[in-house]
């Protein structure tokens, strides 16, 4: 039976579930159809079998159905609610996501396209992350804003100029191979669970390279200086990150500004510039 709505995005209705062996978690809506909640429940098993330590949790999916029509979808998930943080939390969290990140003998992308936040997120494969940098995440984000009148003129062509720049700055990650990355690693989609330990939720995955999920972190929190520190002492970063960084946080601020409007346009702006100035 349905028990109390349960906090959640804001883009899908949330609330408990009572069974008889326990509460579980539900997401549902109307007129989401395509890839959504299957997408969504196949990208958190990934995760689940990418993490495979007991550092990170990853939500059981119980049951899910794509919208269709009138028809609601959903994805019913362990109930894993947040709660006190552990001592060892961060520290937790940092080699749980090193743990994750390990490298993959696989290309860049993902076998279906999915969604970041509400936005379609296409992932063809593609054997240069450079490349699928630019023509799976910036260019589609940059069209969508055009075609929406929130991105033109000189703000265009600043943010178009930072996309041409991908191979200048993201070639030297490319021997760091593709991993099982979160892909929307903000602080909202990370959480202590009932015992403590590090919980992942609303994954936008995909095969990608993992500082990805660290510039989402540090663009929106999620990830404290410890838990930085125990990510690097397990998975040390490729030297220049700090370059790469606005390249990767400029895809994110572009889909809020095609989610949210104008006002992330200077942000947008101010992370393309920064990547060109660090070409």
């Not at 429940?41 to 990418?50: D, P, V």
């Not at 940098?133 to 260019?139: F, H, I």
Request: charged share 20%.
């Amino acid at each position: 039976r349905a028990g109390p709505a349960a906090s959640g995005g804001c883009i899908h209705h949330a609330l408990r579930l009572e069974t008889p062996t326990g509460p579980l978690f539900c997401k549902w809506n109307r007129g989401q159809p395509g890839a959504a909640f299957g997408a969504e429940a196949r990208g958190l098993e990934a995760l689940a079998q990418a993490a495979r330590d007991a550092e990170l949790r990853i939500p059981r999916v119980v049951s899910w159905r794509d919208a269709e029509g009138d028809e609601a979808g959903w994805l019913v998930l362990e109930y894993l609610p947040p709660s006190a943080e552990s001592p060892d939390y961060d520290e937790r969290l940092g080699r749980g996501l090193a743990a994750l990140h390990a490298p993959l003998a696989a290309t860049w992308g993902w076998s279906e396209p999915n969604r970041i936040g509400s936005l379609p997120q296409p992932n063809p494969e593609h054997g240069q992350w450079a490349v699928f940098w630019r023509e799976a995440r910036l260019l589609p984000q940059i069209s969508m804003a055009s075609e929406a009148g929130l991105l033109g003129g000189e703000a265009q062509r600043v943010v178009e100029e930072a996309a041409a720049a991908t191979e200048a700055l993201l070639d030297p990650v490319e021997h760091d191979g593709p991993a099982v990355v979160h892909g929307d690693l903000w602080a909202g989609n990370v959480h202590a669970g009932p015992d403590g330990t590090p919980v992942l939720v609303d994954p936008a995955t995909y095969r990608g390279h993992r500082e990805v999920d660290l510039a989402m972190a540090d663009l929106f929190g999620g990830l404290s200086a410890r838990a930085r520190a125990a990510y690097e002492d397990a998975r040390p970063l490729v030297p220049g990150y700090p370059r790469r960084r606005p390249l990767y946080q400029l895809y994110y601020l572009l889909v809020h500004l095609n989610l949210f409007g104008s006002g992330y346009l200077g942000a947008c702006v101010r992370a393309a510039r920064e990547g060109l100035a660090a070409r």
